[in-house]
Each structure stands twice: as C-alpha cells, then as structure tokens.
Nanobody, 124 residues
Framework: QVQLVESGGGLVQAGGSLRLSCAAS????????MGWFRQAPGKEREFVTS????????AYADSVKGRFTISRDNAKSALYLQMNSLKPEDTAVYYC?????????????????WGQGTQVTVSS
C-alpha cells in the first residue's frame, strides 16, 4: 500500500483559492488512480474528484466542476487539488486516496489507501 499525507488546508474567505497537496510514499504511486474526497461535519464522506494513473482522465463532482482542478506529478509522487472560487459549503476535511484501479474512481469503497485529512474552512 501507499502512504498518503495531505497538506495545504486552512481558512479562506469565500471566493478565495487554496491548493491542497498529497505526498505519497513508495515507488508505486504512478500505478494508482488517485482521488480527493471530503467530509463536512454531520455528513457522509463524498467524492470530489479523481485522476487516472497517468493523469490522462479526470472526473469531478458536479458541485466542484469548473472550480476545482486535480493534477498529479508522478515523478514527485504528488497529487494536487487547486480549489478556486471557494464557497462556504466547500468547508470540510479533505482526504486524498489511492486506488489500484488505473482509471478514474468515484466509489470510496474502491480506494485502498487514505490520508489523514486536511481541514478546509471557507468563511462567508
């Protein structure tokens, strides 16, 4: 399994931007599809976005489409989430996850490794 550590969360005003990073350990990062999920207080964890193993395919939840961008750098074993035009409803703990499937993955049950999460708070 790959170990994942997120960073880059924080407090931002509505309309602002944040960039989350996820550092992966191990030399197999490039073989995994990757994803970002989030969980707001009192709510279930939800899919945000996913990227295929080589980065050629991406998928987004409707709620973030056009505002968030997922990317990866396999040489650095790193995953990124650029979040623009943030809204208060984007407030949540954000998790990166790795899946042995190589295409984009939407279902959380198909992910094998998870990070510890990073808090994103958007004030109105």
């Amino acid at each position: 399994q790959v170990q994942l550590v997120e960073s880059g969360g924080g407090l931002v005003q509505a309309g602002g931007s944040l960039r989350l990073s996820c550092a992966a350990s191990g030399r197999t990062f490039s073989t995994y599809a990757m994803g970002w999920f989030r969980q707001a207080p009192g709510k279930e964890r939800e899919f945000v976005t996913s990227i295929s193993w080589r980065g050629g395919s991406t998928a987004y939840a409707d709620s973030v489409k056009g505002r968030f961008t997922i990317s990866r750098d396999n040489a650095k074993s790193a995953l990124y989430l650029q979040m623009n035009s943030l809204k208060p409803e984007d407030t949540a703990v954000y998790y990166c996850a790795a899946s042995k499937f190589r295409t984009t993955v939407i279902r959380s049950a198909q992910y094998d490794s998870w990070g510890q999460g990073t808090q994103v708070t958007v004030s109105s």
